[in-house]
């Protein structure tokens, strides 16, 4: 395996709270996929978990080397989890294409970690065999 590339993000919660204070829902509605604004509208803590899905966002499009340009947008990216909890990303329309483009098989890592204050992720992507 070969890892095609690494992104990691460090977001303060308090950053995502002024966001949401100045544009409201707007701002989950922009990055949020539908499963992802289902699971947001039932939380209490709208910040932190908002800034959770900032972060595997934007350590995602780091790892794809992409960042969000030509296409690639933040609701083309998508945090979910194993019944076990471990986190996963899917991967939508230009954003999957890209990636299909580089390698036909690939393992995506997702790691995540979550304080009071700061919410920071690592993804990393390689090459996968069957």
């Given at each position: ?12 919660v ?15 509605y ?5 499963y ?33 340009t ?38 995506v ?22």
């Open positions: 395996m070969k890892i095609i590339g690494i992104g990691i993000d460090i977001i303060e308090s950053r995502i709270k002024k966001i949401i204070m100045r544009f409201g829902e707007r701002f989950a922009k990055i949020l996929t539908k992802e604004l289902n699971i947001y509208k039932k939380n209490n803590n709208k910040a932190k978990i908002l800034a959770k899905y900032f972060t595997v966002k934007e350590a995602a499009s780091k790892a794809l080397g992409t960042g969000f030509n296409g690639i947008f933040f609701n083309q990216i998508e945090l979910s989890h194993y019944v076990t909890g471990q986190p996963k990303i899917k991967f939508y329309k230009k954003t999957l294409n890209f990636l299909k483009n580089i390698v036909f098989k690939y393992k890592h997702v790691s995540l970690s979550d304080e009071k204050k700061y919410t920071c992720a690592i993804v990393i992507i390689e090459t996968y065999k069957i």
